[in-house]
């Protein structure tokens, strides 16, 4: 196409006058950067009230047997920590806020393919939350974020539960379709596929996954929630239901979503890497496909999740091998994000530490995933410590980490400000080092007998040699997950901070090549005066600027 | 939003009904897999089960529902005709059609509250009853948003709002419609005919 | 920003730091290999072996990956940095694909992922498949919140006790009690020396194939939260050598033709109030408050209990005095509410009860 044809291509979108007053600009508002700042916010609030629980958790399990809270207590502490934790913090987070922010910018649009969409999608969050910590007043979940018939069924709360998790997944679905069509259809002219930022692919694939698996665990919701209040046995064993089929159509659907809380985060990690290594990504198309490899093997090994269910052999086996071969593409992108590293040029910000942090940290927990694919060994790890170690693994040190590098690497693009430098690496190693101290060790506290779910351990270890190391591991990793809640407070303080003292950013603070850094921080309402015009891939650092209409001078030097 | 389709460009009106379109596709398959989820729930507990349908439980009378299936499917035929006049810009045509699609639309949801008034109540207690109520009861509910959603349309042909060139709305409409139809054909068959 | 890289791909120092880590990769393989797991945990069935090489063969190559991406990640962090002084404008390596190395790192661990599956594969059927020298098949219910257990030849069942001869296979069905949703949990059968986990499922019955292979007490651990009981549920399994095993069930068969007991049968003068008050705090708060009758967590509250005239008899008809409270606490009960366990599964003395007994007097308000 000549620049000519490009320019005409381009010239469809127009720009629409702008929004007035507080309400439409910030509370009722169509515009995805608003929207954005709204998940960030809702989410945040979500996240400290679950930390609070598994603080709560933590105090507990001080002692073997701590009277503290009664084991009812207990169950919903960590029934309500885990539904909020993958529900109303990661998913939203990664798609609603990451998604939101960045995706439209980086394809040169204006917005997304569904403004009101949009704004719909996110004002069924906060209702949804509300309704699942609602549960608390009349008897919160205990089973666990999974819930299980038929001891879920046991506690009205959780019709409560079903129906917040019902509309956070309308929302995520219909975010997810939003998201595909404005990837799939509003790219900025020039935008081939193989044009196209890691994390664009990254956010296509999980809006696919947001898309088609969520109306799985809407169904199984729907199942559950009518078995509670109207009495149909859909699970239930003496009416010629069953419990299992619950845990199929949920695994189903919660399969999948741990992929939609891991798949932005590697495209979040494929963004942060080359902007302060300054050279091109390593393996582009491999770290493209693997993802889309990743997210079509993840709706076929749901069932790795019921190896003890009482699965006959040979429903095991294909699951078991379909859940190894997951971890090949996996292992492609972290290799190529290591080999990123070569012969780079790095500058040691903030966003890059929690992008390096995540590497090892997500390595150990896809190794220690590898271990429950196995099922011979899952039958021993699984249901225990074990589990709970690798989840943590896989979803702080790879979701929060990777969300945190996503947030320190936006935040100068949303605000306007960078956030302290100094006060970033202090919230990194204080966060990184508590995260391991606290975690590794329930690995193996798993593996000599701990089981999940537990208010009490001194049964189980009781008459063994274990019962002292056990409640010292127990202490150790209660202590260390108190720094982590702290560490928190490090970013909250930043974060407050930088509105009055962060360094004012300009368009482009890291010297970067992506869109959304071609212009202004914050972007205007309608992001681009012109839509960009697209030459060449983004990564090709020490070449000119590849957008045809877009000032080289936007290549600047990094501030940091 | 359906402004838009008077006041913007022939290209720009192009693009956002391509837009629409792939919306409104991915919505449908995310809409069948709901239903594919219920659908692989009922065969679980049938393979399960050592007799089907379960003790006490007698099938639903496969009459009506043939009957009633063929109201349904003929609504299918009475859209994709008034789909036709409206290309070939014949007005008159196009109402009558629709009007036909709204009343056959509704027939089928008389048909299912008659039967469903004639079932047995001990079937909400079987995994059967649960089964087929959910299903049958989920696609009803389609149905019924169906009718509001050609209502609607055929009102808005009244108004003016679309034109001989642009009708994303109508187009929307039918493919929901003929969507609704596919789903029935395979309901049809899990509870009637299997 | 056109600079030319002159330098060669890979350089000394890369290939001393390969070497560095590979020599602590294999020092930490080594300590996988040797690591005595049994210390630790016994492998007590004749799966757990198999099970153990397993996860030392994942862990064994786990150790390699782990090493090298945290050792390249510091050797590339620590020797690519920008040093004071460096443009901030330096360009890194334009490189952005190595067909060769992509493929090696693709290959390798499919490789080694295939040999784990083929391994995985062999050990799976030493659950499921029973060989024909099975000797015995019992019977694992799983109950809120003790396991039962029925042994062919027993008139009853055995709570929370299952006795195993040594190197014998037996099947185990595992279930659960309840049909009825109103009280149906799933529980797990879970002994981790033994390496053996089994969900008992309502409307469910799963065998199980176990060879013991370790004389000794085990503990069975509930894997499946079932209730505010989850974390009390712990039974033991013990394996004794055939001798013992049969003494035991001859002694077993001996009390349960006895008679069921109907009525206390043991003395309860002369106890300790505090003593049963730090016991009733440790075993019976799970269920049962000191409060009100209708300050229900289960069972209900126990405050009032031989004083109240709003419910002056026990759940078992009889009228609340002191013998036929122990009569329940000796014996348990089932009912709608659920289930107390009895002495045996709470694992009380004869003394104990007298305590408890005597404490409960003293709650009288």
Redesign the interface.
């Known amino acids: 196409m000549t620049i000519s044809e490009l320019q005409r291509e381009a010239s469809?979108a127009?720009i629409h006058p702008p929004p007035q007053g507080f309400v439409s600009r910030y509370v009722i508002s169509f515009d995805h950067k608003v929207i954005a700042v709204q998940y960030f916010i809702t989410s945040g609030l979500f996240f400290v009230l679950a930390g609070l629980l598994a603080e709560l958790i933590r105090v507990q399990l001080l002692q073997s047997h701590n009277t503290l809270l009664s084991a009812q207590t207990f169950a919903n502490a960590y029934s309500v920590h885990g539904s909020a934790m993958v529900w109303l913090v990661i998913i939203p987070v990664l798609t609603g806020g990451f998604g939101n922010l960045a995706m439209p910018l980086m394809i040169g649009a204006r917005d997304v393919?569904?403004p009101?969409l949009n704004m719909f999608s996110f004002w069924l969050f906060p209702p949804a939350g509300i309704l699942v910590f609602l549960s608390f007043l009349y008897g919160a979940p205990q089973a666990g974020w999974t819930e299980y018939p038929p001891v879920s069924l046991h506690t009205p709360g959780t019709a409560f539960w079903c129906a917040g998790i019902f509309l956070i997944g309308v929302s995520s679905?219909i975010t997810?379709?939003?998201f595909?069509?404005t990837i799939?259809?509003?790219r900025a002219p020039g935008m081939t596929w193989t044009r196209m930022p890691l994390f664009v692919w990254a956010t296509l694939v999980t809006a696919f996954l947001s898309?088609?698996a969520?109306?799985?665990l809407?169904?199984?919701l729907?199942?559950l929630f009518?078995q509670l209040v109207?009495?149909?046995?859909?699970y239930?064993p003496a009416?010629?239901?069953?419990p299992v089929?619950w845990q199929?159509?949920f695994w189903?659907y919660s399969h999948p979503a741990v992929y939609i809380m891991i798949l932005p985060v590697f495209g979040i990690v494929s963004e942060v890497l080359p902007t302060f290594v300054r050279r091109p990504i390593f393996g582009y198309r491999a770290i493209a496909y693997s993802s889309v490899a990743i997210a079509l093997v993840s709706f076929m090994v749901w069932a790795h999740h019921m190896f003890t269910s009482g699965l006959a052999q040979w429903v095991q086996l294909p699951f078991m091998i379909l859940t190894m071969a997951v971890g090949i593409p996996t292992g492609i992108k972290i290799f190529s994000w290591v080999a990123t590293l070569w012969d780079g040029r790095i500058r040691f910000t903030t966003p890059l530490l929690f992008a390096l942090g995540f590497l090892p940290m997500f390595t150990f927990g896809g190794i220690t995933g590898v271990m429950l694919a196995s099922v011979p060994a899952d039958i021993h790890e699984h249901a225990t410590y074990f589990v709970i170690a690798h989840l943590h693994y896989v979803l702080f040190g790879g979701s929060v980490f990777g969300l945190f590098a996503g947030l320190y690497y936006w935040w100068p693009k949303m605000t306007g400000r960078l956030l302290d430098e100094r006060l970033g690496k202090l919230h990194f190693w204080l966060m990184f080092i508590s995260f391991n101290a606290a975690f590794l060790p329930m690995h193996w506290l798993g593996l000599l007998g701990m089981q999940r779910r537990v208010a009490f351990y001194d049964n189980q270890f009781e008459g063994t040699k274990l019962l002292h190391l056990v409640t010292d591991t127990n202490v150790w990793a209660s202590f260390w997950a108190f720094v982590l809640g702290a560490s928190m407070l490090v970013f909250a303080y930043n974060a407050v901070r930088s509105a009055t003292h962060g360094k004012i950013a300009g368009p482009n603070p890291w010297g970067a090549r992506t869109l959304e850094w071609m212009t202004s921080s914050p972007p205007p309402y309608y992001n681009f005066a012109e839509i960009p015009l697209v030459l060449h891939g983004p990564y090709d650092y020490g070449k000119p600027l590849p957008y045809a209409n877009i000032s080289q001078d936007l290549a600047t030097e990094p501030i940091a | 939003?359906a402004t838009h389709a008077v006041s913007i460009?022939d290209?720009?009106y192009e693009?956002v009904r391509?837009?629409r379109l792939?919306?409104f596709l991915?919505?449908l398959?995310?809409?069948t897999?709901?239903f594919s989820?219920?659908i692989?729930?009922y065969l679980?507990?049938r393979s399960?089960?050592p007799i089907w349908p379960?003790l006490g439980v007698e099938r639903p009378g496969l009459y009506l529902a043939a009957v009633n299936s063929i109201v349904l499917f003929g609504s299918g035929v009475t859209m994709h005709l008034a789909m036709e006049a409206w290309r070939h810009a014949d007005r008159p045509r196009f109402n009558n059609w629709m009007i036909a699609t709204i009343v056959l639309g509704l027939g089928f949801l008389s048909g299912q509250a008659w039967e469903y008034s004639h079932l047995h109540d001990t079937w909400?207690?079987?995994?059967?009853?649960?089964s087929f109520?959910?299903l049958t009861g989920l696609h009803g509910f389609h149905v019924f948003i169906g009718v509001i959603f050609l209502i609607t349309v055929l009102l808005q042909t009244r108004r003016g709002v679309y034109s001989q060139t642009r009708y994303f709305g109508l187009t929307a409409v039918t493919l929901y419609w003929h969507f609704v139809d596919v789903i029935w054909v395979a309901l049809f068959f899990l509870f009637y005919v299997y | 920003m056109n600079e030319t890289r002159k330098q060669p791909l890979l350089d000394s120092t890369f290939w001393s730091v390969t070497v560095l880590l590979t020599v602590i990769s294999g020092l930490l393989m080594w300590g996988v290999v040797i690591f005595p797991i049994e210390d630790w945990l016994p492998e007590a069935s004749s799966v757990a072996a198999h099970i153990d090489f397993l996860f030392r063969f994942m862990a064994f190559f786990g150790v390699p990956i782990l090493v090298y991406v945290s050792g390249y990640i510091i050797y590339f962090a620590w020797r690519y940095h920008i040093r004071k002084g460096d443009s901030r404008l330096a360009v890194g390596s334009p490189i952005h694909d190595h067909p060769g190395l992509e493929a090696a790192w693709t290959i390798v661990p499919s490789i080694i992922m295939l040999i784990l599956g083929v391994l995985s594969y062999i050990v799976m059927p030493k659950y499921y498949l029973a060989s024909a020298s099975s000797v015995a098949t019992i019977e694992g219910i799983g109950h809120t919140f003790y396991f039962e257990f029925r042994y062919p030849g027993l008139a009853q069942s055995v709570d929370n006790d299952l006795h195993l001869p040594v190197n014998k296979e037996v099947t185990i069905y595992l279930t659960s009690d309840e049909v009825d949703i109103r009280n149906a949990v799933i529980h797990s059968f879970w002994v981790p020396e033994f390496r053996v986990k089994q969900d008992m499922i309502p409307g469910m019955i799963v065998p199980i194939h176990i060879t013991p292979v370790k004389e000794g007490t085990f503990r069975i651990i509930c894997t499946e939260f079932c209730g505010v009981g989850h974390s009390d549920m712990v039974g033991r399994v013990v394996v004794q050598s055939q001798a013992d095993f049969d003494t035991w069930f001859k002694t077993e068969q001996h009390m349960q033709t006895q008679g069921a007991t109907k009525g206390v049968t043991i003395s309860i003068t002369g106890g300790n109030a505090t003593a049963g008050g730090q016991l009733f705090a440790a075993k019976c708060t799970t269920c049962h408050s000191t409060g009100a009758f209708d300050e229900r967590k289960v069972g209900p509250g126990l405050g009032n209990l031989f004083h109240d005239t709003n419910h002056p008899k026990l759940v078992t008809g009889k009228p609340a005095n002191p013998d036929d409270v122990a009569d329940i606490i000796e014996h348990g009960f089932s009912g709608d509410l659920g289930t107390m366990p009895n002495m045996q599964v709470n694992q009380l003395t004869d003394k104990d009860i007298a305590n408890l007994i005597a404490y409960l007097e003293s709650l009288h308000k």
């Open positions: 469809h127009h393919a569904f009101w679905t997810g379709i939003n595909m069509v799939i259809k509003m898309a088609i969520t109306a799985n809407s169904a199984a729907a199942g009518i109207f009495h149909v046995p859909f239930d009416h010629g239901g069953s089929l199929h159509v189903f | 939003m460009s290209a720009e693009e391509s837009h792939l919306g991915l919505f398959i995310s809409d897999i709901v989820s219920f692989f729930s679980y507990d399960a089960s379960p909400w207690g079987t995994v059967f009853g649960a109520f959910t």
